[in-house]
Protein backbone atom coordinates (compact mmCIF):
# COMPACT_ATOMS: atom_id res chain seq x y z
CA UNK A 1 0.00 0.00 0.00
CA UNK A 2 1.41 3.07 -0.82
CA UNK A 3 1.64 6.80 0.92
CA UNK A 4 -1.19 7.57 -1.35
CA UNK A 5 -3.32 4.36 -0.23
CA UNK A 6 -3.16 4.89 3.67
CA UNK A 7 -6.51 4.97 5.69
CA UNK A 8 -6.24 8.14 7.53
CA UNK A 9 -8.30 8.59 10.55
CA UNK A 10 -8.32 10.92 13.92
CA UNK A 11 -8.78 9.21 17.00
CA UNK A 12 -8.72 10.29 20.98
CA UNK A 13 -6.33 8.64 23.39
CA UNK A 14 -6.34 9.93 26.62
CA UNK A 15 -8.03 12.88 26.08
CA UNK A 16 -5.40 14.26 23.01
CA UNK A 17 -6.64 13.81 19.64
CA UNK A 18 -4.13 11.94 16.96
CA UNK A 19 -4.43 11.71 13.12
CA UNK A 20 -3.15 8.53 12.20
CA UNK A 21 -2.36 6.91 8.60
CA UNK A 22 -1.75 3.17 8.34
CA UNK A 23 -2.60 0.33 6.36
CA UNK A 24 -5.23 -1.52 8.66
CA UNK A 25 -8.41 -0.78 8.17
CA UNK A 26 -10.19 2.43 10.08
CA UNK A 27 -12.17 0.09 12.26
CA UNK A 28 -8.71 -1.59 13.04
CA UNK A 29 -7.25 1.46 13.79
CA UNK A 30 -10.39 2.77 15.86
CA UNK A 31 -9.92 -0.67 17.80
CA UNK A 32 -6.31 -0.15 18.70
CA UNK A 33 -6.88 3.19 19.39
CA UNK A 34 -9.62 2.27 21.99
CA UNK A 35 -7.49 -0.41 23.73
CA UNK A 36 -4.63 2.21 24.12
CA UNK A 37 -6.86 4.80 26.11
CA UNK A 38 -8.40 2.55 28.14
CA UNK A 39 -5.15 0.72 29.63
CA UNK A 40 -3.88 4.63 29.61
CA UNK A 41 -7.02 5.30 32.05
CA UNK A 42 -6.95 2.03 34.03
CA UNK A 43 -3.19 2.67 35.02
CA UNK A 44 -4.03 6.50 35.75
CA UNK A 45 -6.98 5.48 37.91
CA UNK A 46 -4.70 3.38 39.52
CA UNK A 47 -1.96 6.15 40.01
CA UNK A 48 -2.99 9.10 39.64
CA UNK A 49 -0.25 11.03 40.36
CA UNK A 50 1.85 10.02 37.21
CA UNK A 51 2.41 12.02 34.47
CA UNK A 52 1.39 11.57 30.72
CA UNK A 53 4.73 10.27 29.88
CA UNK A 54 4.97 7.66 32.47
CA UNK A 55 1.29 6.10 31.68
CA UNK A 56 2.19 6.24 27.95
CA UNK A 57 5.10 4.45 28.79
CA UNK A 58 3.21 1.91 31.53
CA UNK A 59 0.68 1.50 28.98
CA UNK A 60 2.81 0.84 26.17
CA UNK A 61 4.50 -2.01 28.81
CA UNK A 62 1.45 -3.39 29.65
CA UNK A 63 -0.39 -4.16 26.33
CA UNK A 64 3.54 -5.25 24.73
CA UNK A 65 3.54 -7.90 27.81
CA UNK A 66 0.20 -9.12 26.88
CA UNK A 67 1.11 -9.34 23.38
CA UNK A 68 4.25 -11.31 24.32
CA UNK A 69 2.17 -13.89 26.60
CA UNK A 70 -0.27 -14.54 23.63
CA UNK A 71 2.65 -15.11 21.39
CA UNK A 72 3.83 -17.23 23.69
CA UNK A 73 0.71 -19.24 23.73
CA UNK A 74 0.11 -19.37 20.02
CA UNK A 75 3.80 -20.63 19.91
CA UNK A 76 3.34 -23.75 22.57
CA UNK A 77 -0.54 -23.94 20.18
CA UNK A 78 1.69 -24.37 16.68
CA UNK A 79 4.06 -26.75 18.50
CA UNK A 80 1.08 -28.80 19.21
CA UNK A 81 -0.44 -28.83 16.72
CA UNK A 82 2.64 -29.98 14.55
CA UNK A 83 3.12 -32.56 16.67
CA UNK A 84 -0.52 -33.88 16.49
CA UNK A 85 0.02 -33.61 12.87
CA UNK A 86 2.90 -35.88 13.00
CA UNK A 87 0.45 -38.33 14.88
CA UNK A 88 -1.94 -38.32 12.19
CA UNK A 89 0.15 -39.40 9.79
CA UNK A 90 1.89 -41.73 11.28
CA UNK A 91 -1.41 -43.27 11.87
CA UNK A 92 -2.60 -43.11 8.63
CA UNK A 93 0.59 -44.79 7.34
CA UNK A 94 -0.14 -47.46 9.49
CA UNK A 95 -3.67 -47.25 7.80
CA UNK A 96 -2.62 -48.90 4.79
CA UNK A 97 -1.34 -51.92 5.51
CA UNK A 98 -4.00 -52.48 8.36
CA UNK A 99 -7.32 -52.08 5.36
CA UNK A 100 -4.77 -55.29 3.68
CA UNK A 101 -4.62 -57.59 6.63
CA UNK A 102 -8.14 -57.22 7.16
CA UNK A 103 -9.19 -57.51 3.20
CA UNK A 104 -6.91 -60.60 3.47
CA UNK A 105 -8.70 -61.99 6.73
CA UNK A 106 -11.90 -61.42 4.98
CA UNK A 107 -11.05 -63.70 2.33
CA UNK A 108 -9.96 -66.13 4.29
CA UNK A 109 -13.68 -65.79 6.28
CA UNK A 110 -15.01 -66.25 2.71
CA UNK A 111 -13.36 -69.55 1.94
CA UNK A 112 -14.57 -71.03 5.18
Known amino acids: MGQSELNRIE ?4 GQVYRIAGS ?12 IDKK ?3 I ?5 SLDIQRIAVLASMNIANECSLKLGKVNGLTQQLSLLETEYL ?4 QLDPLK ?3 SILIKDLDYN
Open 90 to 93: KALG
Open 44 to 48: SSAAP
Open 40 to 42: MKE
Open 100 to 102: HEN
Open 11 to 14: VTIF
Open 24 to 35: ESPQQIKALALE
